[in-house]
């Protein structure tokens, strides 16, 4: 069984076809890499798994469960965990602190037992040494970390990741992408939408394409950007 499954999923904002029959499967453990161009529709789709935004149609299987129709809060209690964007940590509370306000959403753990947790995730996301510092000194690099921890915080089976390399010099690119793949090697499926492409390159699993909503291109790195309609829409040449 997948743990999750997208069949047909279609969403419009007016005129704009944002997600167009849009059909995957991804196992469990797996990591899947989402790219297209800007206004593609990646980040939709996350809002789409998410609940953030309604499907118009289609449905959404997550382990085996019709979510489709449930709230995002319900959806993250299931085990859906996403970054944002734009990362929006609490800038005066700690990094400490912002996990466990991100844990105690999550909130199926008791108090304790969420904070033992938060302070594992603040050595698998390399924050340790910021924990008592407030979110909003940190550093581009460790504002990303933080975002990812933050996701990791709400206990989520799949993590959503979205464009969480954007903005970062290859050096620190390859530091975050690092510990994204040994979060991954723990265990956790993932999907990662990356708008810079080396930020995936490490992850030799399945890759997806988007463009103008529908899925133009899917399977092994090398033969989807082998692909002369990937070539031509993704890359202009
Ligand atoms: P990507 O993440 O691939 O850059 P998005 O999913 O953010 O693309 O956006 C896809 C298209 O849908 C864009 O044209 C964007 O302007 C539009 N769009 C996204 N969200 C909304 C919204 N809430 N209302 C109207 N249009 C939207
Ligand atoms: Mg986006």
Request: charged share 20%; aromatic share 6%.
């Amino acid at each position: 069984m997948p743990m999750l499954a997208l069949s047909n999923v279609s969403k419009r904002f007016g005129a704009l076809t944002a997600a167009d029959a849009v059909s995957f499967e991804l196992r469990q453990g797996e990591a899947l890499g989402i790219i297209g161009p800007n206004g593609a529709g990646k980040s939709t789709l996350f809002n789409l798994i998410t609940g953030n935004i309604a499907v118009d149609a289609g449905t959404i299987i997550f382990d085996g469960r019709d979510v489709t129709r449930l709230p995002p809060m319900q959806r993250c209690f299931a085990g859906v965990g996403r970054s944002f964007q734009i990362p929006q940590p609490f800038e005066k509370l700690t990094v400490f602190e912002n996990l466990l306000v991100a844990g105690a959403f999550g909130a199926r753990k008791a108090e304790a037992e969420v904070g033992d947790r938060c302070a594992e995730i603040l050595v698998e996301t390399g924050l340790i040494d910021r924990a008592n510092h407030p979110a909003g000194g940190l550093s581009l690099l460790q504002r990303k970390r933080l975002e990812l921890a933050r996701a990791l915080a709400t206990e989520p089976r799949l993590l959503l990741l979205d464009e969480i390399a954007g903005g970062l010099t290859e050096g620190e690119c390859g530091m975050l992408v690092d510990t994204i793949l040994a979060i991954h090697k723990g265990g956790m499926s993932i999907i990662w939408i990356e708008h810079v492409l080396h930020a995936l390159n490490s992850l030799d699993e399945r890759l997806l394409v988007l463009n103008f909503g529908k899925v133009i291109g899917m399977g092994a790195p090398d033969t989807v950007m082998a692909s002369r309609e990937v070539r031509e829409i993704y890359l202009g040449i």
